[in-house]
């Protein structure tokens, strides 16, 4: 797909950061949103965070701030916004019925070339699109927030897109940067929230059964697993870890099991452990807005460094 102009539809938090992906990657993009106030807060944060990246050196892209700026325009009409587009990215609230009404609406605005993409996380692509025209034009691209910052979109298609929708949602993916992946087929929680919640119901027991302390379980993650999940996957780990994974399983599989069969059910995520996890953070990182920000404008950071990091360190 030649650089072109896409439209994204909501310009919230995950909105304004696809839009800053593709004007680093030279795309003309329209910003629409119900709300006039929403756009107007939407280019000013776009600006700021545009410089201050910049300044630190880690605006994307070969275009300067002001360049990329001009690319990138706002408008209250859904109709103008996605003229002329190729690609038109959802990223409206996460309600079923809201969505398939916006879908339903854009279905009888375009073309047979526009492929309509979603960015939700966990409203399946049959929930979403089944019955519309254009549903072979139809697919989930599901980022990771903050999609500038955190490369991977989860490729999602329906049963019935067209599988060209798939390769050129790919390669548009892969030529602003991002690293997209696919899925064969539609899954409840995809593939990224799955392992997610995977990690999250073990730490939720570990820390409700009083194993280890809250500040202790985020630790493991953050100066443990997560130091190599960085680079390399789980399954990766496993054949480094051994001579090859034939070999892992033979000496780790009983192990594993026998672990992995004292896993509980699923928690309840209230209660007892909830009060306790809530308490813990809440001292570490109070829950006041200007607390809160400040610590994710951090966390930005350090994910911008990191994807220094990996760039430098490429290895395939
Ligand atoms: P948000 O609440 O920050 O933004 C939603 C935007 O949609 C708002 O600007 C709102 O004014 C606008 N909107 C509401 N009704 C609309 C309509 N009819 N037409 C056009 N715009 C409308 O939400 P956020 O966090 O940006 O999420 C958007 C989507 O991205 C959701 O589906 C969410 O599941 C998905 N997502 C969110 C992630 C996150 O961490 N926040 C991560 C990955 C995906």
Redesign the pocket.
């Known amino acids: 797909m030649e650089p072109g102009q896409v439209a994204i ?7 304004r950061s696809w839009a800053m992906v593709f004007a680093a990657g030279g795309f003309k993009v329209k910003l ?4 006039q106030q ?1 756009l107007t807060s939407a280019l000013e944060s776009i600006r700021k965070q545009m410089k201050e990246l910049e300044k630190s050196g880690f605006l994307k892209g070969a275009l300067s701030v002001e360049q990329q700026l001009a690319l990138i325009s706002v408008c209250t009409d ?1 109709k103008a916004a996605v003229e002329g587009a190729t690609f038109i990215q959802e ?4 309600n079923l019925e ?2 398939k ?2 879908f339903s609406q854009l279905d009888l605005m375009v073309g047979d070339n526009a492929i309509l993409s ?5 409203l399946l692509p049959s929930k979403l699109f089944t019955g519309l025209k254009h549903v072979k034009q139809c697919i989930v691209s ?4 903050p999609p500038y910052y955190v490369p991977l979109v989860e490729i999602v298609p329906h049963p019935e897109t067209d599988p060209s929708t798939t390769e050129r949602t790919y390669a548009l993916m892969k030529k602003i940067g991002q690293s997209p992946v696919k899925l064969n087929k539609e899954i409840e929680g995809f593939v990224l929230n799955r392992l997610q919640y995977a990690v999250i119901s073990e730490a939720w027991r570990l820390v409700g059964e009083g194993v280890v302390s809250p500040a202790d379980l985020d630790l493991v993650m953050s100066d443990g697993l997560g130091m190599r999940y960085a680079f390399i996957g789980p399954l990766e780990t496993m054949h480094l870890n051994a001579e090859g994974i034939s070999n892992y399983c033979e000496r780790y599989r009983e192990g594993m099991r026998l672990v992995l069969n004292t896993f509980g059910p699923v928690p309840e995520f209230s209660g007892e452990a909830e009060q306790k996890i809530s308490q813990a953070m809440s001292e570490k990182i109070p829950v006041v807005p200007k607390v809160l920000d400040a610590r994710r404008e951090w966390r930005d950071e350090c994910l911008a460094g990191l994807s220094k990091l990996k760039k430098q360190m490429k290895s395939d």
Request: charged share 15%; hydrophobic share 30%.
């Open positions: 539809v909501g310009s919230g938090l995950i909105g629409y949103d119900v709300a929403q859904l990223c409206t609230p996460e809201l969505k009404k916006i979603s960015s939700t996380s966990c599901h980022p990771v927030n």
